[in-house]
């Protein structure tokens, strides 16, 4: 496990930008493993920036996103289809039949759980997978008791995601309460892992993950196993370390 420290959260945004910028340099038609949420939006603001300065091109490249809320419509404004829209897709020269999202509309549920792995299978699995971290250690939304095979699945969020979420909806009752997502397993199966940690409020999630044991109570946990894994975290959430 690599860790990267960014003075700030400016800093760490163009540092995971750079990296996702090197790997489709290396490698056009990567398939890189995305997530929504407040970490990773500078970041696609400065993938944006690079790709209207021509430094980057991602008509080669394939995406598959982490999760996605059951029951939104796609131009619903808080679907990570239409977040992903706005903060990515519609600015950049990624074609439409290359970007994924997990189908959280779906008749069939477990059919589109299986469909959306297949999919990644076919498109040669995951290259770089960017992910972050709940307050509880969840990653996508595997949440904590998640095992550590899971693969992808519908999973009814946790109290604490709903809360943390809230903030992007009109009330707490209006936060979905299930989301489709990748496994734990999918996410440890990517070449290669880059969690994004900032602010201060991730503090204490930074300190467990770095100083704890494994455990299915934090899903996060299970990502120092991977072989290939870097942490790019801030000052303020890197301020619980010793
Ligand atoms: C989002 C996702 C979640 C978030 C996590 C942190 O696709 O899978 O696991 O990465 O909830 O969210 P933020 O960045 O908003 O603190």
Redesign the pocket.
């Known amino acids: 496990m690599t860790m990267e420290k960014a003075k700030d959260y400016k800093e760490l945004s163009v540092m995971a930008a750079e990296r996702i910028a090197m790997k489709i340099s290396n490698k056009p038609n990567a398939v890189l493993g995305?997530?929504?949420?407040?970490?990773?939006?500078g970041m696609y603001d400065a993938l944006i920036k690079m790709y209207n300065q021509k430094r980057i091109s991602f008509a080669e490249a394939a995406t598959f996103?982490?999760?996605e809320y059951v029951g939104l419509h796609s131009d619903d404004e808080n679907s990570?289809a239409y977040y992903m829209k706005q903060h990515l897709f519609q600015h950049i020269d990624l074609s439409p039949e290359k970007a994924h999202l997990p189908d959280g509309e779906a008749d069939d549920m477990d059919e589109a759980c299986k469909a959306y792995e297949q999919r990644i299978e076919e498109a040669g699995g995951i290259d770089l997978q960017v992910?972050?971290?709940?307050?509880n250690g969840?990653?996508?939304?595997?949440e904590p008791h998640t095992p550590f095979e899971q693969r992808t699945h519908v999973v009814e969020l946790d109290k604490t995601?709903r809360n943390?979420?809230a903030r992007f909806f009109p009330s707490l009752e209006a936060v979905p309460t299930h989301a489709i997502?990748m496994g734990i397993q999918n996410i440890m199966e990517s070449k290669e892992l880059l969690l994004?940690v900032?602010?201060e409020?991730?503090a204490s999630v930074l300190e467990r993950l770095v100083y704890g044991d494994k455990t299915e109570a934090f899903p996060a946990s299970i990502i120092k196993e991977h072989p290939n894994v870097t942490i790019i975290a801030d000052q303020g959430a890197l301020s619980g370390l010793k």
């Open positions: 995305l997530a929504t949420g407040s970490t990773p939006e996103n982490l999760d990570y992910i972050g971290i709940g307050l969840h990653i996508g939304f595997n995601t943390a979420n997502t994004l900032a602010g409020q991730k």
